[in-house]
């Protein structure tokens, strides 16, 4: 398979060089050439298939003639030991749990095969990288323990301090060796903007070969494809229509869903469903992308107030607003929605959620009411609510149980280097080798 340039589409890139670029030179994003189908035979009966079985197949389909299916089943052999049930929470409506891999987000699904596929080119030559990564809570944890001690890759996090959650924070400052965190002074919008300018610093690119582990890395982004298969295989037999609700900040996540769609897989609708960082949502209602600056909410892996996986959204669609607005329903609640939302989960369902679920929650609750229909609502979960532990409670107004994984984290000291959000300092401190 082969990758475009959302900016220029004469600029092409093989599979190898679209991971290790992660962005191309014109500053655009990659996209697929084109989107392989899925077999019928296999959606025919995926329901009797596995998490990595799907997981195998998708690959498969995207890399074939590239990447041999026996290193596939490798890849997804090491990055997955755990997978993605669905829990029904009312009638017709379910959430499609994403958090049981070891950093209890969804990011562990894109990270984890990342690392594997990186290492699997990596291998076979003897290069040696070095990934910059810019995260709003999430994605450094993922990252870090998926690239953890993996020869050949040295992983430098970017976080906004003070805006991310103790365990989150625990998750990217205490595993140390190939892993540093950088404390930025700033928005997550800044970490991002960091990374993006380091990338087109060509001193900086000469000196290492600087990679990106955020969605904007098409490696992330394809293996989240492989979960919204799977939720299709565990609900195809209710026989309805499914539309799945994405609780959402860069876009990734949703973008993976329209790949899937555009691989053949039968969706409905995707609702796009944001906290007050909702430049996706006002799009959708009237046509013109206005981007702002990120505000602070209780949802903050979702504080993002330009989207990097924008370009990406759009162009499935060729970008044209009208084929977007027919597939996507966007929809934005505030904190103290949220927070109510997880109430009455807890209380009508028993059923405990982070609050960046429960705005896909809410997502999903908005479109029955406002636009209806006889489907399979499916919201995603994209983190364990132990991850937010002090909100959740204080929210709930009840203990809720914590996982020995997070918890034995809490005791660990924290390592960062702390920075202003200025890439002069940002570019001093990389050259200095850290
Ligand atoms: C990263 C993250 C999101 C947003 O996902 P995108 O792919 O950036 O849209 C939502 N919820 C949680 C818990 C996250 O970590």
Known sequence: MKFYSTKTESVKASLEEAIFNSLPKDNGL??????????????????NRSFKEIAV????????????RSELENMIDTAYDFNAPVVQIAPDDYVLELFHGPSMAFKDFGARFMAAIMSYFLLRSDKKIKILVATSGDTGGAVAQGFYKVPGIDITILYPSGKVSDIQE????????????????????????LVKEAFLDDELKNKFNLASANSINIARLIPQSFYFFSAYAQLKNLGKPLVFSVPSGNFGNLSAGLLAYKMGLPVHHFIAATNLNNAVPRYLASGSYEPSPSIETISNAMDVGNPSNFVRLTRFFNDDWESVTKKIYGAYFDDDQTRKAMREARTNANYVMCPHTATAYLGLKEFREKVGGDFTGIFLSTAHPAKFIDLVEETLGEKIEIPQRLESLLDIEKVSIKMKADFLSFKNLLLSEL
């Open 30 to 47: 990659y996209m697929p050439e084109s989107f392989p189908k899925i077999s019928e035979d296999f959606l025919a009966d995926i329901e």
């Open 57 to 68: 197949e998708v690959a498969n389909t995207l890399f074939e003639g590239e990447i041999t």
């Open 170 to 193: 625990k998750q990217l400052t205490t595993l140390g060796h190939n892993v540093t965190a950088i404390e930025v002074d700033g928005t997550f919008d800044d970490c991002q903007k």
